[in-house]
């Protein structure tokens, strides 16, 4: 009989269902050392955020098959290290999403209507009625960041209740927001016009302070900012400062910078409800993140496949290690792709080329997807599922195949028509598995992919190269490589450089004023 381990405290439905195929053991606050000791002797470990499930834990699970996480996020898990195992890593992406939906919508009444205040001071045995004077939201403008599942619910409920819909969301499509009833607006529009702005996005480098100071300056003095999302998106010190001066009207978080919070002048406001991160905290939760995890281990346990699986799932060590260089490089491209087409995305063209066109190709192409949606949805997005998060975001893929194409072996060709144009990528894998970017619109390159590059399209002219160094150089931004492509002499190039260092704000729009320079991007991979 299979043997799970389960590490930290799931609720007893879940252990029920484990229990049909399984002999269950509940071990919760073992220490690492103890879980190494242990684990050679599990098929199964299904865990929640308390487990740190490292690659020491990993590789000593020998007899290990799934790896099953009660909530949203895997950051508690070596993901890398399961799949070079061959471990299967589900989670449940949706099992939360209409607690942490109705959550954001419980934060938005109660700061309309006052009513953590006044029940406080009913409790106190007064009745200040005109104290508590509250605002309706029917027919006000909600202003929502972020359209994935939560903020999709939000929607729909919002839009029941009488209110008009603005909404962000770089990766979604007009008709998917039309679908929705939202009107897709550029954030400045949507901090400008909405007298409700709620947060669903996951904090990345882009999204961190997104309510800056600057953005509060935009609002309106009768605006109403609510986060149930991520801690970081809003800068905290500004919001506190806004409220002081009365910039908006109020504000809900359920997420801070730092968990539990600390000392913070939020404290001080009485229109500001804080509540210690409550989103998914709901029975139904619970139990709907165990029964779901546990069901994919028992599917696991019996051969079948995981719905929700974050990397490949079902896929012996031997098949792994054969597609993992190619379906790093699909991910790398898509990922590189999105960050240069930029804006909302409409179409992916996926390519495979040279003998890559004989081989499958539904693993190459989902993970371009994953790639291409990676830096809006991070975890979120899977092998499993991304599929669907790109047909929900209107994002249409097409697939095509080319054996004819033989610059390498085998490569991929990716392209991506989105609201600020098209970009392609070309790459391929040399000899000894090493990913190279051969191709970036049409101009042929040869560089290994960096966790930071920039590449710039100008005029294939004398000094380019020099100014670029210089300016990098000045801003203390070291260039690890660079190359050159050019389709004639003196016409236009693409340049492409990996840095050492992030680019530092502001330097991207001087590169952009060099002579000659026609465009600049920057990517982090």
């Given at each position: ?68 996480r009660a909530g949203v996020g895997v950051d508690n898990i070596d993901v890398k290290a399961a799949t070079r195992q061959g471990i299967v890593v589900v989670n449940s992406p949706e099992g939360n999403t209409i607690a942490a ?67 962000f969301d770089p990766f979604i499509s007009k008709e998917r927001a039309d679908q929705l009833g939202c009107t897709l607006v550029d954030l400045d529009l949507l901090f400008t016009e909405s007298d409700y702005i709620t947060l ?326």
């Open positions: 009989m299979a043997k799970v381990l389960v590490s930290d405290t799931i609720d007893k439905a879940g252990i029920d269902i484990l229990s049909q195929v399984a002999q269950v053991d509940i071990k919760t606050g073992l220490p690492a050392e103890e879980l190494v000791k242990i684990i050679p002797e599990y098929n199964a470990l299904m865990l929640r955020s308390g487990t740190q499930v490292t690659q020491a834990i990993i590789e000593a699970g020998t007899q290990l098959k799934i790896i099953g939906a109705e959550h954001t919508l419980a934060m938005m009444l109660s700061l309309s209507r006052h009513i953590p205040e006044a029940n406080q001071s009913v409790k106190e045995k007064k009745w200040d009625r005109k104290k508590f004077v509250g605002a309706e939201i029917y027919k006000k403008t909600l202003g929502v960041v972020g359209l994935g599942k939560i903020g999709s619910h939000v929607v729909n409920v919002a839009k029941s209740m009488g209110m008009k819909l603005l909404a669903h996005i996951p904090k990345t480098p882009e999204t961190e302070h997104l309510i800056s100071t600057e953005a509060l300056n935009k609002m309106k003095s009768t605006a109403r900012l609510i986060n149930c999302a991520r801690g970081g998106i809003i800068d905290e010190s500004a919001l506190a400062e806004a409220i002081a001066n009365k910039k908006i009207a109020g504000a809900a978080l359920d997420v801070f910078e730092e968990e539990p919070l600390g000392e913070s002048g939020l404290r001080e406001f009485n229109n500001v409800l804080l509540t210690p991160h409550l989103g998914a905290s709901t029975a139904e939760a619970q139990v709907n993140v165990a029964i779901d995890v546990a069901e994919q281990i028992r599917d696991v346990l019996l051969g079948l496949p995981a719905r929700s699986a974050v990397n490949i799932p079902g896929l012996t060590p031997d098949v792994m290690e054969k597609l993992r260089p190619y379906l790093q490089l699909a991910e790398t491209l898509g990922n590189l792709v999105g960050q240069l087409a930029g804006g909302r995305i409409e179409r992916l063209t996926v390519r495979l080329q040279g003998e890559l066109a004989t081989n499958k190709s539904q693993p190459l192409v989902i993970a371009s997807i994953k790639g291409l949606l990676s830096r809006a949805l991070r975890e979120r997005v899977n092998y499993v599922n991304a599929s669907i998060e790109a047909k929900e975001r209107g994002i249409r893929v097409i697939e095509t195949r080319d054996a004819t194409i033989r610059d390498y072996s085998g490569s991929l060709h990716l392209a991506a028509q989105g609201s600020m144009g098209e970009h392609s990528v070309t790459g391929a894998l040399l000899s000894d598995g090493e990913i190279r970017i051969t191709d970036v619109d049409g101009f042929p390159i040869n560089v290994p992919p960096s966790n930071y590059m920039l590449f710039t399209v100008h005029r294939d002219m004398p000094g380019i190269i020099g100014k670029i160094g210089s300016l990098l150089g000045s801003f203390n931004v070291n260039i690890a490589s660079m190359q050159v492509g050019r389709k004639i002499v003196r016409g236009d190039a693409v340049m492409a450089l990996s840095l050492d260092d992030p680019l530092p704000d502001g330097l991207l729009t001087e590169i952009t004023k060099v002579a000659g320079i026609r465009d600049a991007y920057t990517v982090k991979l």
